[in-house]
């Protein structure tokens, strides 16, 4: 089974402060994603990875940035929280080809900036 | 641009009846994919179902199925013999034809919960 782990289940965090969310997935996926889910809204995708040392923004990437050094590792960075950006963090991974397009999930990050 | 709409916020049934969730989504694609995503009380979402848009079969799986209308631009899921562990937020999602110059995004409508009386 497609396993992806994500490194907090929830983090309460100050405004100001730098925030690290990561995620791991153990199948070999090229495409990685990070969205947040907000209620009402659904999901918007902030940041999504083809491959290592590749991103594209998605619809709402201001104030976020990510990093992938390596193909199973995707890395959401909140360069200075703010309370705006209180949320749920969820990441996901996906294959290139295979006919499918499903996208697997982590069980997602509940942040609070306080 | 692509939307999802999913226009009932919650939906509930009684257990071992029978619950239909709606979908409409706006394309000028002709070829494309569509998802209903199930995410129980916290725990992780997993895929329910999935349509080709091109086959024009709909799409099965157990006790799950959808009622694909593509020029009416509906995608509905209907839940047969509703069992407590339904009870979730599902999720339709848009995803371009891999073919199409696009990304690889998939597309979200806002979520329906579905509420389960026993």
């Known amino acids: 089974d497609v396993k992806v782990t994500q490194s907090s289940r929830y983090l309460v965090k100050r405004t100001g402060e730098k925030v690290f969310l990561e995620c791991v997935q153990d199948m070999d996926h090229e495409n990685m994603f990070w969205y947040r889910q907000d209620p009402g809204l659904g999901l918007r995708l902030i940041y999504f990875s083809y491959d290592v040392k590749m991103k594209e923004k998605g619809d709402i990437p201001e104030g976020y940035s990510v990093s992938r050094e390596k193909k199973e590792r995707f890395s959401l960075i909140l360069e200075s929280a703010s309370t705006n950006q209180t949320s749920m963090y969820l990441c996901?991974?996906?294959?290139?080809?295979?006919?499918?397009?499903?996208?697997?999930f982590g069980p997602g990050t509940r942040l609070t900036v306080t | 641009a692509q939307t999802v709409t999913q226009s009932q916020p919650e939906m509930s049934v009684q257990e071992a009846e029978t619950v239909t969730l709606s979908c409409t989504y706006d394309?000028?694609?002709?070829?494309?994919?569509l998802f209903w995503y199930k995410q129980p009380p916290s725990r992780q979402m997993i895929l329910v179902i999935r349509?080709?848009?091109?086959k024009q079969q709909n799409a099965t799986e157990n006790r799950f199925s959808v009622n694909f209308q593509k020029a009416a631009k509906s995608f509905s899921l209907k839940i047969s013999d509703s069992q407590l562990g339904d009870a979730a937020m599902y999720f339709c999602?848009?995803?371009?034809?891999?073919?199409?110059?696009?990304?690889?995004?998939?597309?979200w409508g806002a979520g329906t919960k579905l509420i389960i009386k026993p």
């Open positions: 394309t000028s694609e002709s070829d494309y994919y």
């Open positions: 999602a848009y995803r371009s034809s891999p073919w199409a110059d696009s990304n690889y995004q998939l597309i």
């Open positions: 349509q080709e848009a091109y």
């Open positions: 996901a991974s996906s294959s290139l080809g295979g006919g499918s397009y499903e996208q697997y």
